[in-house]
C-alpha cells in the first residue's frame, strides 16, 4: 500500500520590497524554509496557516494576499523512511501568500522555537538555498503567485 501525502499549509510572506521572510530550522543550521506545518485533522488550511504563523514566527498579525487553489506536492527524501515522518509518503502543501498588518513584524521571540533566525531574502535567493527535495515544489509556489 502507498503511503499518503501529509497535508499541509505554506506561508509566503512578502514585504514592500518584494523579499520573502525565510526562516533558519532550529534543528539544522544554515537549512532555511518557508514557515509551515501540517493540517490538523478538522482544520481548514486558512486557519492552519495562521496558527502556523503563530507558532513559527510568533505572530498571525498577517492578512492574506493570495491562495494558490492547487495542492502542490513534494515526497520526502529516503533519509525520512524512519521517524516521525515516516508514515507518509510527503507533503501536499496549500500555499498563501501574506502581508504583515501595519506597524506589526515577526517576534521570534514568542515562537515556539521551530526557527533559529529569520530573514527576508529574494524569491531566487531563496530558491536557491532550498533543500534539493523540496525545490520544484518552491518553484510551483513562487511561480504560482508571480514572484520568479
Known amino acids: 500500500m502507498e503511503k499518503p501525502f501529509r497535508p499541509c499549509v505554506v506561508a509566503v510572506i512578502q ?3 518584494g523579499q520573502i521572510l525565510a526562516g533558519e530550522r532550529a534543528d539544522q543550521s544554515g537549512s532555511w524554509q518557508l514557515p509551515q506545518g501540517g493540517i490538523d485533522p478538522g482544520e481548514s488550511p486558512l486557519i492552519a496557516v495562521m496558527r502556523e504563523l503563530h507558532e513559527e514566527i510568533g505572530t498571525n ?5 493570495g491562495t494558490h487553489g492547487e495542492w502542490i506536492r513534494y515526497n520526502f527524501p529516503p533519509e525520512f523512511a524512519t521517524g516521525r515522518m515516516a508514515q ?6 496549500q500555499w498563501f501568500l501574506l502581508k504583515f498588518k501595519p506597524g506589526e513584524s515577526a517576534k521570534l521571540e514568542l515562537s515556539e522555537g521551530e526557527f533559529r533566525a529569520l ?3 529574494s524569491p531566487k535567493d531563496l530558491l536557491e538555498g532550498t533543500v534539493y527535495w523540496k525545490k520544484e515544489a518552491y518553484l510551483l509556489g513562487l511561480t504560482a503567485f508571480g514572484l520568479l
Open 15 to 17: 514585504n514592500e520590497k
Open 61 to 65: 498579525a498577517l492578512d492574506v494576499v
Open 88 to 93: 507518509w509518503a510527503g507533503q501536499e502543501q
Open 119 to 121: 530573514k527576508w531574502l
